[in-house]
């Protein structure tokens, strides 16, 4: 791809490695074909498109994302807000400690699981994962004596990074290893221990909040972002493919669930939020006359699956022009891909089908009636109702 001169952007799929390191958004953009162009300036236009790159890195993501390589995931864990009698726990040094002390045993199994810290120290056992809780607790309450931390301060800040069932648990802890290095050693004390008793191999990495120069760790975002990008690249350089996508660049157009409700629904209850939206769902169609009214959020998801199918649809375009027939094979695949984005149901629309689903299967006894009862039924129904005791011989 030498004879290419320009780069071609993908700040509406993904942000570029340089801004994910500066931690500031992408520069540029890339004409998603909204505006109507004159006709004089199409000739430009075209030559214009030829002579753009698609650097090295970009490419090798597009790859990745194309040919479906297993994306990474990265969740903080929120303490809980009620105890287990329901009960809302007001956060205080002492519910802190209690907190603490738990998740240590949690990630640990009790001691049955080697925790290692930040110092590489390895920790076995109940009484020895007790003295990483005792040293956190004592520079807790230092922080607080010196005014770097209060009352409502959370001791901790965890994360869980995780990998589909078939990578290789020892390489994804050493993977979250070397980014706890990379990201936290020096400023937050952390400890982490790999769980492989799930589906999914995963590292919890628990963070002391408040650092050592006094900051209190607040990851936003783009912080995420950034921890799985970096994730993914740590997993890659030791050998297991995995990528870290936005949601939108990959046509997935729902979030996560939240941990709470992903784990009732495994144990094969019914989330309270589900109703919840559902009976939001019903006023919303009662109220429109049996529309789904739609939302500020509806016409943002459409145009940024718009921006991301333009930007797919113009690296085809460059890579089916260049010589290297590899580029010409990404360029098919990411036109095969970028073809099936077209989805766009939200999960109110979802419900709203079902509900419609559901009024229809109501009123479908209703209107077949009496007319369809056979004289065979009906003779059955002489003889007496099953409902009423009747049993048919």
């Given amino acids: 791809m030498s004879d290419f001169k320009s780069e071609l952007g993908f700040q509406d799929c993904w942000?570029?490695?340089?801004?994910?390191?500066?931690?500031?958004?992408?520069a540029g953009s890339v004409d998603s074909g909204g505006r109507k162009r004159k006709a004089g300036a199409q000739d430009a236009d075209r030559?214009?498109?030829?002579?753009?790159?698609?650097?090295?890195?970009?490419?090798?993501?597009?790859?990745?994302?194309?040919?479906?390589?297993?994306?990474?995931?990265?969740k903080v864990s929120k303490p809980a807000?009620?105890?287990?009698?329901?009960?809302?726990?007001?956060?205080?040094?002492?519910?802190?400690?209690v907190r603490a002390s738990e998740?240590?045993?949690?990630?640990?199994?009790?001691?049955?699981?080697?925790?290692?810290?930040?110092?590489?120290?390895?920790?076995?056992?109940?009484?020895?994962?007790?003295?990483?809780?005792?040293?956190?607790?004592?520079?807790?309450?230092?922080?607080?004596?010196?005014?770097?931390?209060?009352?409502?301060?959370?001791?901790?800040?965890?994360?869980?990074?995780?990998?589909?069932?078939?990578?290789?648990?020892?390489?994804?802890?050493?993977?979250?290893?070397?980014?706890?290095?990379?990201?936290?050693?020096?400023?937050?004390?952390?400890?982490?221990?790999?769980?492989?008793?799930?589906?999914?191999?995963?590292?919890?990495l628990t963070l002391r909040t408040v650092g050592e120069d006094g900051e209190k760790?607040?990851?936003?975002?783009?912080?995420?972002?950034?921890?799985?990008?970096?994730?993914?690249?740590?997993?890659?350089?030791r050998g297991i493919e995995a990528e870290s996508t936005p949601r939108h660049a990959r046509g997935v157009t729902r979030r996560g669930e939240v941990t709470p409700v992903y784990k009732i629904r495994q144990r094969g209850g019914k989330p309270l939020a589900d109703a919840r939206k559902m009976r939001q769902v019903r006023r919303d169609l009662e109220d429109n006359?049996?529309?789904?009214?739609?939302?500020?959020?509806?016409?943002a998801l459409i145009a940024r699956r718009n921006r991301v199918m333009a930007t797919y649809d113009q690296a085809a375009t460059i890579l089916a022009g260049s010589a290297d027939p590899n580029d010409r094979d990404l360029a098919r695949e990411t036109k095969r891909f970028a073809a099936r984005l077209t989805e766009t149901t939200t999960q109110r629309a979802e419900m709203a089908r079902s509900l419609a689903g559901q009024d229809a299967a109501r009123s479908?006894?209703?209107?077949?009636?009496?007319?369809?009862?056979?004289?065979?039924?009906?003779?059955?129904?002489?003889?007496?109702?099953?409902?009423?005791?009747?049993?048919?011989?």
């Fill in 81 to 97: 807000k009620n105890d287990k009698s329901g009960n809302p726990i007001k956060v205080s040094r002492a519910s802190e400690a």
């Fill in 217 to 237: 760790l607040n990851l936003r975002k783009a912080d995420l972002q950034r921890l799985r990008d970096t994730f993914a690249e740590k997993l890659r350089t």
């Fill in 364 to 393: 479908a006894p209703r209107e077949r009636g009496k007319p369809t009862d056979s004289p065979e039924r009906q003779q059955d129904l002489s003889k007496g109702s099953p409902d009423r005791g009747g049993r048919q011989r």
């Fill in 15 to 26: 942000d570029s490695e340089a801004n994910r390191k500066l931690n500031k958004p992408a």
């Fill in 289 to 299: 006359g049996g529309r789904l009214p739609q939302k500020a959020w509806d016409d």
């Fill in 47 to 74: 030559s214009t498109a030829q002579a753009q790159a698609i650097s090295a890195a970009d490419k090798a993501r597009l790859a990745r994302i194309v040919k479906g390589a297993p994306e990474v995931m990265v």
């Fill in 103 to 204: 998740h240590l045993a949690y990630i640990s199994r009790n001691g049955k699981i080697e925790v290692e810290n930040d110092r590489g120290e390895a920790f076995n056992g109940r009484t020895q994962v007790g003295a990483i809780y005792r040293e956190w607790i004592e520079k807790h309450d230092e922080d607080r004596r010196e005014g770097s931390a209060t009352d409502r301060t959370r001791i901790t800040t965890s994360i869980v990074f995780s990998m589909p069932g078939t990578a290789n648990a020892e390489a994804v802890k050493d993977a979250v290893r070397a980014l706890a290095r990379q990201e936290f050693q020096g400023r937050h004390d952390y400890a982490m221990a790999l769980h492989t008793d799930t589906h999914h191999p995963h590292v919890h």
